[in-house]
């Protein structure tokens, strides 16, 4: 089952602004990894925090993670069109191999 | 960066066919390949975790006899849609972990372009 609750489901924003995505999530967790997919393409990896971490950046991206409110957010600062895509959050389950997904959040940009 | 790919990108059949997908490591090796489906506007559901030269680990609800999945080198899984109806047309994309403890992580995994499979 998925474990991965996003929010929001969609979000529209105007070029320039910052767009923000949560997740939250279940059980303990090794990482959490943020992935952005465009419309009927594969997944590119954006980032991975783990349990120990509480922020990362990578360039225009920042996350955070609360592994006390199991949630974690990813950031977007300075939007551009090419952002518009969807971004789902998995985490790496204690014990186990596997990533599990949120549901994702469809972003879109608007020029 | 590590690369996977999958052939075919796209494949139409008809409705009780066979169809085999393939997953490949380009430029690494990996133990762990993990099969997922996505339906339209939907998010990734894993289906198997395959280890090679084990039996592949399936989640609930999959059919194991449905969707054979076969590991059978360090590059390479395969999985086939048996008997595939129309409810299977779906994007199935293929993961594969490396643990050369590459930037990010031990355990990172990287998705393949995925499948897109139509079934008529």
């Known amino acids: 089952s998925q474990q991965g609750e996003e929010d929001p489901q969609a979000l529209s924003i105007q070029e320039g602004e910052n767009a923000t995505m949560n997740c939250s999530y279940k059980?303990?967790?090794?990482?959490l990894q943020w992935y952005r997919q465009n419309s009927g393409r594969g997944l590119v990896h954006l980032i991975l925090?783990?349990?120990?971490?509480r922020e990362k950046h990578s360039g225009r991206l920042r996350v955070t993670l609360d592994t006390s409110k199991k949630s974690s957010s990813l950031l977007i600062t300075a939007s551009r069109a090419a952002d518009t895509a969807s971004y789902f959050c998995?985490?790496?389950?204690?014990?186990?191999?596997?990533?599990?997904f949120g549901q994702g959040t469809r972003l879109t940009i608007n020029p | 960066g590590a690369v996977v790919s999958q052939h075919p990108s796209r494949v139409i059949c008809k409705s009780g066919t066979s169809v085999k997908i393939e997953c490949r490591s380009l430029?690494?090796?990996?133990?762990?390949m993990f099969w997922y489906r996505q339906f339209p506007k939907q998010s990734l559901m894993l289906m198997a975790t395959?280890?090679?030269?084990?039996?592949?680990?399936?989640e609930q609800g999959v059919e194991k006899d449905k969707f054979l999945i076969n590991h059978a080198s360090l590059t390479l899984s395969t999985l086939t849609v048996t008997s595939a109806h129309p409810e299977d047309s779906s994007f199935y994309i293929c993961?594969?972990?490396?643990?050369?403890?590459?930037?990010?992580?031990?355990?990172?995994?990287?998705f393949g372009p995925g499948t897109r499979l139509t079934v008529t």
């Open positions: 993961s594969a972990r490396t643990t050369s403890g590459l930037a990010g992580g031990r355990y990172e995994q990287y």
């Open positions: 059980t303990s967790i090794n990482n």
């Open positions: 925090i783990r349990s120990n971490e």
């Open positions: 998995a985490t790496g389950i204690q014990g186990a191999q596997k990533l599990v």
């Open positions: 430029d690494f090796q990996a133990t762990t």
């Open positions: 395959s280890n090679e030269g084990s039996k592949a680990t399936y």
